[in-house]
């Protein structure tokens, strides 16, 4: 039997337009509030084909060879890093990589993991992650210098008038935002539906 090979190693959808998915097991370092609303966890994403295919990209991304993935992401304005799941120290080498190879794709996203952040941002002018932050976030990750978003905003959250937080991700579920939760001046415009997607946007890597 041929061993396993996804089709494409980049995923798609129409929000994000193309990224780079990786699985929540052994990944993620989820905090309270994410871990009862990750939206990774359920529809298409969580689909044992599309699991499958998240653990061969984590374990391609390790690796030395990245030939493929630098062929698809050279035709691409923006591919978002940890579409699902998160980055792991064992990715890093591999992402710098990716950042020179195609230096006219933006690679950009979110992570829970302040290690990360550090180890990638400043390094290319392509390459940008906010941390990601929530109500329920540990002290010591609110205190990240570099540039935060805040997701998911619960109704009960009050977001801090902060010039760091970047991009707010308003709580949804199913495309649309889950009842009783207010507007941010600062909320993602594609989840409101009022923009298509990223590539009209860009908010979050320009910054
Ligand atoms: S704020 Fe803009 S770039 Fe960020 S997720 Fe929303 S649409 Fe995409």
Redesign the pocket.
């Known amino acids: 039997m041929k061993p396993y090979r996804p089709g494409t190693i980049l995923s798609s959808n129409t ?2 337009g193309h990224s780079i998915n990786l699985p929540i097991a052994g990944h993620c370092r989820p905090t309270k509030n994410c871990s009862h609303t990750c939206y990774a966890r359920k529809g298409r994403t969580a689909l044992p084909s599309n699991k499958r295919k998240q653990v061969w990209v984590s374990n391609y991304l390790k690796g030395l060879d990245l030939k493929e993935l630098i062929e698809e992401c050279k035709t691409k304005k923006a591919v978002r890093l940890s579409g699902t799941g998160d980055l792991n120290k064992d990715h890093l080498l591999g992402i710098r990589r990716l950042a020179r190879a195609c230096p006219d794709t933006m690679l950009w996203g979110m992570t829970r993991k302040l290690e990360i952040a550090k180890a990638l941002n400043g390094k290319y002018p392509n390459l940008k992650l906010m941390v990601s932050i929530d109500s329920s976030s540990p002290a010591e990750i609110q205190k990240y210098q570099g540039t935060l978003c805040w997701g998911p905003r619960l109704a009960t959250d009050v977001v801090p008038k902060d010039k760091r937080i970047h ?1 707010v ?1 308003p709580y949804h579920n199913s495309g649309r935002i889950v009842n009783g939760v207010p507007e941010d001046k600062k909320d ?4 409101y539906h009022r ?1 298509p ?2 590539h009209e ?5 320009n910054w």
């Open positions: 929000k994000c991009t991700f993602c415009q594609a989840v923009i997607g990223c946007c860009g908010r979050c890597w």
